[in-house]
Nanobody, 123 residues
Framework: QVQLAESGGGLVQPGGSLRLSCEAIGGTLDYYAIGWFRQVPGKERVRVAC????????GYADSVQGRFTISRDNAKNTVYQQMNNLKPEDTDVYYCAAGISYFCSGAAGVDYWGKGTLVTVRS
């Protein structure tokens, strides 16, 4: 029903910044909570940020707290992740995902996955 398209990844030096975008194609994100995940291929995919659908509440993994900021622009059907002070350990493929209510709390699963965008942090 809806396709998620990530963009904004690339190569950045440690301490640098990137802004990722997740655009919904063919549908609206208004009623979905949105999470950002990251994964090294072959390893576990972990969530680093999430924003709910109703109140706009956000949550972050300890590893990115204070450095990453998730936000949404429902008028553009787009969710963003601003990443500052990037570290080499942030190197991963980043995915956005949409889920119904309570997705951010872990009580609901993923309905839609994006294809991912690669972030590489190295000097």
């Amino acid at each position: 029903q809806v396709q998620l398209a990530e963009s904004g990844g690339g190569l950045v030096q440690p301490g640098g910044s990137l802004r990722l975008s997740c655009e919904a194609i063919g549908g609206t994100l208004d009623y979905y909570a949105i999470g950002w995940f990251r994964q090294v291929p072959g390893k576990e995919r972990v969530r680093v940020a999430c924003v709910d659908s109703s109140e706009g509440r956000t949550g972050y993994a300890d590893s990115v707290q204070g450095r990453f900021t998730i936000s949404r622009d429902n008028a553009k059907n787009t969710v963003y992740q601003q990443m500052n002070n990037l570290k080499p350990e942030d190197t991963d493929v980043y995915y956005c995902a949409a889920g119904i209510s309570y997705f951010c709390s872990g009580a609901a699963g993923v309905d839609y996955w994006g294809k991912g965008t690669l972030v590489t942090v190295r000097s």
